[in-house]
């Protein structure tokens, strides 16, 4: 994996055996039976658990876990992505969510296994392919947003990024807000959205935008331009709203990678640093050729 790649994800991951003998307790109750097998899953941000589980019985289930020992943010983002993904209806291109349950000071998600894997870094266009397929079913199943109560894209999003950019974030749609290949997973032909903590209510083709940071990012400039000009998600949105809104996330990218490191999650300033730079030098593209 190149430099650029290895930025996109890390933190320092809490293990299954390393997790309270409560929380074992509460997962078993959730599946049924004890857990006898468990592999820790790299990737992401959060220095939490992620592990694929198996039970005596042969279940199978994906566990998220984090106490604010970790990290004093990440329980109330696992409190929030597991009231999200209770109400996420079918259609929606995620795991279901099993169970959780608030342990002591311990925040747990069970959710369904999807046995797939990310997507390859650098993005490949098949694999991009589907990922685009899964956003334009979103959009016609999360349209208008189905699950209430979140906050629309501007509200979200209020104190990161600059007013014009802010401006264009108008929108009725179901938003993930956190796509990077890292929350992606390719299973069977299709590709499935994991971790909704940040989800908004917003523009439809908000989703595609960002995902296609990480894919300009690493080499494939060509690829995230050719995606904007063919996807029925933003094919007929206006291309200097689109560079607007890419101008202010690189704002927000470099602002964040100025401060110290969060507790727990020691690359990811580098990784703010780097895809700030490269939206900074996509910018330049689009206004240079516009």
């Not at 994996?1 to 290895?6: C, D, E, L, Q, W």
């Not at 990737?43 to 994906?62: I, L, N, Y």
């Not at 291309?239 to 690359?267: I, K, N, S």
């Amino acid at each position: 994996m190149s430099t650029s790649a290895a930025v996109a994800s890390g933190g320092n991951r809490v293990r299954w055996p390393d997790l309270p003998t409560a929380v074992h307790a509460a997962v078993a109750e959730v599946l049924g039976a004890p857990v006898t097998r468990a592999a820790s899953q790299p990737g992401g941000f959060s220095p939490g658990s992620a592990d694929r589980v198996e039970t005596a019985a042969g279940a199978r289930a994906f566990v998220k876990a984090v106490s604010p020992a970790q990290n004093e943010h990440t329980p109330a983002l696992h409190a929030r992505e597991a009231r999200i993904a209770a109400r996420l209806p079918a259609g929606v291109p995620a795991p279901r969510l099993l169970g959780a349950r608030e342990v002591g000071d311990w925040q747990v998600l069970v959710l369904e296994d999807v046995p797939g894997r990310h997507p390859a870094l650098p993005w490949r266009a098949d694999e991009l392919a589907l990922v685009v397929a899964a956003l334009e079913a979103l959009a016609t199943v999360g349209t208008p947003c189905p699950v209430p109560d979140l906050p629309t894209a501007r509200e979200s999003l209020a104190c990161e990024l600059p007013a014009d950019a802010l401006a264009h974030l108008d929108g009725d749609s179901l938003v993930h807000l956190d796509l990077r290949a890292d929350n992606l997973l390719l299973a069977g032909g299709r590709a499935v959205l994991v971790d909704w903590p940040h989800a908004c209510r917003g523009p439809a083709w908000l989703d595609l935008l960002a995902l296609l940071f990480e894919v300009d990012r690493l080499g494939g400039e060509d690829l995230a331009e050719d995606t904007l000009r063919t996807s029925p998600l933003t094919r007929d949105v206006d291309p200097d709203v689109l560079t607007v809104v890419l101008t202010g996330f690189a704002a927000f990218f470099l602002t964040r990678a100025a401060e110290p490191d969060p507790p727990g999650l020691p690359t990811l300033r580098a990784f703010q640093r780097a895809q700030g730079q490269a939206l900074e030098r996509w910018v330049a593209r689009r206004t240079r050729h516009g």
